[in-house]
């Protein structure tokens, strides 16, 4: 089943031209990466399919239904990390997840099980109970992490899960993609600009640059056409 299709999608901010009519499929339980210098138009993309912008051009569906006239469809089959994304800094891990879990609820889940998903996802130990304030980076991001996989969501748009983390909390993140994909096939759409994460994360990934995506394929593909020893080299 196709998860998502983008055909000839466009965004300009005034008259900056963001994406200049991008196209690409993701099947469902595919871990799919955009990835790109900065500037290229991932987080646009990723927003696009969030249904947080409308696009200026073209069209994108999630499971069939429109991100634009079916915003509400879409919503209930995806959870969204974005870049920059931070937690109540003055609740516990705990009671962040928990909230959190209560909202979801009515979506027909029990609390109780996401938030044990959820509190297992994080791996945070007895540091669940502290204050989000004290954690460091990884951590939040791992407990952003939980949150957003713990309503085990058809699709999970990640914006730069692991960027910018020690190689502990990149790897404990990168396996939970993992298993997810695996285990419970959720669909993954993935940012990134660190090559050698998508290499060893994503079954497909595509290249984009200026908002135009150069190229799709798996990483081992892309590194043999281009000729290149990773990935990195495609963009120099
Ligand atoms: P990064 O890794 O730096 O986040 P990106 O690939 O995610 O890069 P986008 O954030 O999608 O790229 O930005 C694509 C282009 O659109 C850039 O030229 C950026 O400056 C521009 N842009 C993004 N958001 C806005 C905005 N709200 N207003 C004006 N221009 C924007």
Known sequence: ??????????????????????????????????????????????????????????????????????????????????????????????????????????????????????????GLGERIHDKVATYSKGMTRKLLLARALMVIPKLAILDEPASGLDIVNAYAIRQTIKRFARDEGVTFLISSHNMLEVEFLCDRVALINKGIIIDIGTPKELKEKYNAENLEEVFM
């Open 1 to 122: 089943m196709t998860a998502i299709k983008v055909e000839n999608l466009e965004k300009d901010y005034g008259k900056v031209k963001a994406l200049k009519g991008i196209s690409f499929e993701v099947e469902e339980g595919e871990i799919f990466g955009l990835i790109g210098p900065n500037g290229a138009g991932k987080s646009t993309t990723l927003k696009i399919l969030a249904t947080l912008l409308i696009p200026t051009g073209g069209r994108a569906e999630v499971y069939g239904h429109d991100v634009v006239s079916e915003a509400d469809e879409v919503r209930k089959l995806i959870s969204y990390l974005p870049e920059e994304a931070g937690a109540y800094k003055n609740l516990t891990g705990y009671e962040y997840l928990e909230f959190m879990a209560k909202l979801y609820s009515k979506t027909g889940k029990s609390v109780e099980e996401m938030l044990k998903l959820g509190i297992e996802i994080a």
